[in-house]
């Protein structure tokens, strides 16, 4: 991990999100998908804590080649800065933090699951998965259209896409969840990744489980420090052997978890944004 | 003339005044290349218990205004594996204070007898506010005989200094300081975080999974001046290392004004890394313009009313 301070390029609206893209090589070099990065609020303003977030897209090439971005909504004092950050301003950013998804060997076909702002490091693993030459197809939630992520961009990256609304204003009406069994069978799922609030992944593992289909899930709650100090982002995981559970940190161990592995029961409460808002 | 930032604690010298606060150095593997750890004269380790603890239930911080709110229930992979695994990669980022804890006075002795000795370990500091098992209190500190008999039971076993750590809210505090000096203690330790409860108003449910925990950061320094001031007022001699919510040179500064030996610097680490270079720094360059050697030499100059200012 490298703790740069990079220049913002952009702060981009899109939808319910803002997306912040930013000039920082060190970071986007070493970046894989379920990675995130934890970003300094102001001095002496109301938040205290960096703010973390998961890496959407990291450019190793081509004209935007050394340039990182990442997704989130307003949700609180910190969010609200960065959403007012200007281009060309500057931000101390920490990164990249965590172990991220791990690509499959063998099996070919994936299916991301996303909900809400999970679905942007969906984004950044889609392009890796085929870079891999794996075929990657797309399940995708919100509570409505406007919260639904970059649906273009989704359409561009996945063979097959579902988008599926609360209130059935973009795509069905549903949960990713209740739609996720159907969409396994029909595009033949052999591995399953998902990012998304707690009782979702919840369900996805369940799911899985029920199938035997692999799973992976990028798990998102409160978070201090973002680099392994201070243990305030514990996730209880079974331990291989059956014989009880440990808490490990979202942030060093995770974000992503072996879903089969996490215990859910010990896990109760709908995650917010990694370190809130 | 650059200053000398090298301290002696009535005994321990550690090349700064700066000193990592429990719980915020993670297990000396984590932060290379962020953490420069030259500047610090000691890292306290996190809390150790006897057998491996699993730790409170998530969520397990919090933010409140000016402080974070956290609950970690000690976890920590029990005294043997810290001193086989943990200690050694500590010890090589710098000379390592164990934060010692237990359930029950026995529990204390023996983490204290199985690490005291180990290499890297230059002092002991006895965590005090947890709860006491044994008596069924919600505090060890919360009786001064109480505290002094754990924190004199850990002393007259190491052959390193023991800093009992008492928190800044104790209504008994120099009484409680007193007492645990006089049962052996060779110094004592100002900070930890303040009692502290949130709630979800949406989710009808707490922040914690804990329920209650504890607030530290900004908004606990007034108090661990305050905490500092009035146990060296009362125990010039014993040496005090203080912390609560200290980030810069500045604030380190008041702490050593109002009496502190060393600074413990906690919550900024968490959000700046390198917040401990940003207070050696912000001391050395206080010194400096102050025309004043070491750190020791703040150690009395608080200009009180009706006494003359620091000339």
Avoid at chain 2, 136 to 150: G, I, K, L, T
């Amino acid at each position: 991990m490298r703790r740069v301070r990079a220049e913002i390029l952009s702060v981009r609206k899109h939808g319910a999100y803002h997306t912040l893209t930013l000039v920082a090589p060190e970071i986007a070099e070493r970046a894989r998908p379920g990675q995130f990065v934890g970003v300094a609020p102001p001095p002496g303003g109301a938040a205290l804590l960096r703010r973390h977030f998961f890496i959407h897209a990291a450019s190793r090439r081509g004209g935007w080649a050394g340039t990182l971005e990442f997704a989130f909504d307003v949700r609180g004092p910190g969010t609200a800065w960065l959403a007012g950050a200007r281009a060309h301003g500057a931000v101390d950013v920490i990164g990249p933090l965590g172990t991220g998804f791990a690509y499959p060997r063998r099996l070919s076909n994936c299916l991301l699951v996303g909900e809400g702002h999970g679905v942007a490091p969906l984004h950044f693993l889609a392009q890796e998965l085929r870079a891999r030459g794996k075929r990657v197809d797309m399940l995708v939630g919100a509570e409505g259209i406007e919260g639904v992520f970059e649906p273009i961009e989704g359409k561009r990256l996945a063979t097959n896409i579902s988008i599926v609304t609360d209130d059935g204003s973009l795509g069905e009406r549903g949960r990713v969840a209740d739609l996720l069994p159907e969409a396994m069978e029909r595009w033949g799922t052999e591995v399953v990744y998902a990012a998304a609030p707690a009782p979702t992944l919840r369900r996805v593992a369940q799911v899985c489980r029920e199938r035997r289909v692999p799973a992976q899930v990028a798990v998102e709650g409160p978070m201090a420090c973002g680099i392994g100090l201070c243990f305030g982002c514990a996730v209880p995981v079974l331990r291989r052997n059956g014989a009880g559970y440990d808490h490990l940190r979202a942030c060093v161990e995770g974000p992503v978890f072996n879903a089969g592995r996490v215990s859910w029961d010990r896990w109760p409460w709908p995650g917010s944004a990694p370190g809130g808002g | 003339m650059r200053p000398n930032l090298e301290v002696d604690l009535a005994g321990l010298r550690l090349r700064s005044p700066v000193v990592a606060a429990a719980g915020c150095f993670g297990t000396g593997r984590e932060h290379v290349g962020l953490v420069d750890a030259s500047v610090l004269g000691a890292v306290v380790s996190r809390s150790v218990t006897l057998a491996p603890r699993p730790g409170s239930p998530p969520p397990r911080v919090a933010e409140t205004p000016s402080g974070i709110l956290w609950s970690v229930g000690l976890q920590n992979p029990g005294a043997a594996a810290f001193v086989d695994e943990e200690l050694p990669r500590l010890a090589r980022a710098a000379p390592v204070v164990v934060s010692v804890a237990g359930g029950s006075l026995e529990e204390y002795v023996a983490v204290a007898a199985r690490v005291h000795a180990a290499p890297g370990v230059v002092a002991i500091e006895v965590a005090l506010d947890l709860p006491d098992e044994e008596l069924d209190r919600p505090s060890f500190c919360a009786r001064p005989d109480r505290a002094a008999e754990v924190a004199g039971a850990v002393a007259r076993l190491a052959h390193v200094p023991v800093f009992a750590k008492l928190p800044g809210f104790l209504p008994a505090l120099a009484e409680t300081a007193r007492a645990c000096v006089r049962a052996g203690a060779h110094g004592l330790s100002i900070g930890g975080g303040l009692p502290g409860m949130a709630v979800d108003p949406a989710r009808r449910r707490p922040a914690l999974g804990a329920v209650t925990g504890w607030v530290s950061g900004p908004a606990v320094r007034p108090l661990a001046v305050r905490a500092t001031f009035e146990v060296a007022r009362e125990l010039p001699e014993v040496p005090v290392m203080a912390g609560g919510g200290v980030s810069n040179g500045d604030e380190a500064v008041e702490l050593l004004l109002a009496g502190a030996w060393a600074v413990q610097v906690g919550t900024a680490i968490l959000v700046d890394p390198a917040a401990p270079a940003t207070v050696a720094e912000g001391i050395s360059a206080h010194l400096a313009a102050a025309g004043l050697r070491s750190p020791a030499d703040l150690r009395g100059r608080l200009a009180l009313p009706g006494e003359e200012g620091p000339g």
